[in-house]
């Protein structure tokens, strides 16, 4: 496994990492470890930890631009997500900063057997797999809860974005963070099979394809270790028929072209009812067929490349094959650039069942558009799916909206707006995306002994 970034757009190989050896896994164990065992893990050192983890969205904030542009060098991002990107690092990290305290206090219970109440303290080292997409944003979802709690981490990042991991770890050190509470480590899967079964490692966090989660999260289950599982998506995005169909359309395209499609949370599946559906149609076909494919770091381009060549062959065979079982092209395959990984949106439609792409995650600008009749058929199409992530809902009466969304069978759903995450708020599925929640007041005890104390 090469840790190199690769430009996607320039096809530049930029630099390469040395892989880290058994023994560097064993000595950042050792640290973190240590690191557990020491005053800095007790919930009395809280306040110092809370103040290292502002110092970490200082750091960033000011060093956003520098920041951003390792994104889109590393994974092909456009220039404005990439910063938006850091600024939700800084929010998520400056939220368990100012909230920590106050999410980790003690919980009163009735006094049954006598006095009684629940401590949050530290499980031990936590192991983080993340992926490329979201390269910072993903680390600093687990990150912030676990130096809140005092849970030291390993983490093992996406072999294609080098930069962002090791910057990661250069943030963490300039703002204070002792020797093991956050180490980065270039391993390969057998490496991590073996933190996983180590007996100082307590908890294992993975974002990632749901091959992976399944692979980690077993691993996991064998050696009785918590895990998280944040996987795939294939989230609908339902327009009713009282909907205002130019905002929801306009919305709809945002929704499936963000980091070119690169999205678990992307708007994968388009339910629409049939008296907007044609106007609908239109206007996202027109959206797709005027984006701008160029370089990431300019300013005026609108669609990034996909993260690689091998992204974008699977992307295409996936799509073949959707159309060779019968689904029809609405609007794709126009012209690319010659340099770049760059994928044209598309819009497919006609897709039953039986087609492979009725159940499959397209990591990329392709949506499906299904059109039906009533409120009953959007429900029925959209919990018919291996996954459960997230979902919107387009309508012009909200308490009709609310309705469907507490039929739909996901984590998330969203009303006249697309999907989007904050640290306030929880994020996590159901299904094949996964289980467990970060961010918001449940993320931040997904590793946490809860422990009860009882005084007669």
Known sequence: ????????????????????????????????????????????NMKARLQSLAKVA??????????????????????????????????????????????LAPVPYPDVLGEAWVEHHPIGILLAVEPWNFPLYQLIRVIAPAVAIGNPMVVKHASNVPQCA???????????????????????????????????VQGVALTGSEYAGSIVAGQAGAKLKKSTMELGGNDVFVVLDDA?????????????????????????????????????TRLVVEHFNNVVMGDPLDENSTLAPLSSRRA????????????????????????VPEKGEFFAPVLITDIERSNPAYFEEFFGPVAQLYVVKDDDAAVALANDSHYGLG?????GDVERAKRLAARIETGMVFINQGSDSVGE????????????????????????????????
């Open 425 to 456: 708020l929880p994020f996590g599925g159901v299904k094949r995306s996964g289980f467990g929640r970060e961010l918001g007041d449940l993320g931040i005890k997904e590793f946490v002994n809860q422990k009860l104390v009882v005084v007669a």
């Open 391 to 395: 979902g919107t809902i387009f309508s």
């Open 58 to 103: 200082d750091i960033m904030e000011a060093r956003k631009e520098e920041l951003a542009r390792i994104i889109s060098i590393d994974m092909g991002k456009l220039i404005g997500q990439s910063r938006n990107e850091i600024d939700s690092c800084v929010g998520i990290a400056r939220y368990y900063a100012e909230n920590g305290e106050r999410l």
């Open 166 to 200: 090791q910057a990661m770890e250069d943030v963490m050190r300039e703002a204070g963070l002792p020797e093991g509470a956050y180490t980065n480590l270039f391993i390969n899967p057998e490496q991590v099979a073996a933190i996983i079964a180590d007996d100082r």
């Open 1 to 44: 496994m090469a840790y190199q970034t690769l430009n996607p757009y320039t096809g530049e190989v930029v630099k390469t990492f040395t892989p880290h050896t058994d023994a560097d896994v064993e000595q950042a164990l050792a640290a973190g470890h240590a690191l557990y065992k020491s005053e800095w893990a007790a919930p009395a």
């Open 244 to 280: 205002d169909v130019t905002r929801a359309a306009a919305t709809a395209v945002g929704a499936r072209l963000y980091n070119a499609g690169q999205v678990c949370t992307a708007a994968k599946r388009y339910i629409v009812q049939e008296g907007v559906a044609e106007e609908f």
């Open 312 to 335: 974008k062959e699977d992307l295409q065979q996936q799509l073949d094959r959707a159309v060779a079982n019968g689904a029809k092209l609405l609007c794709g395959g126009a012209a």
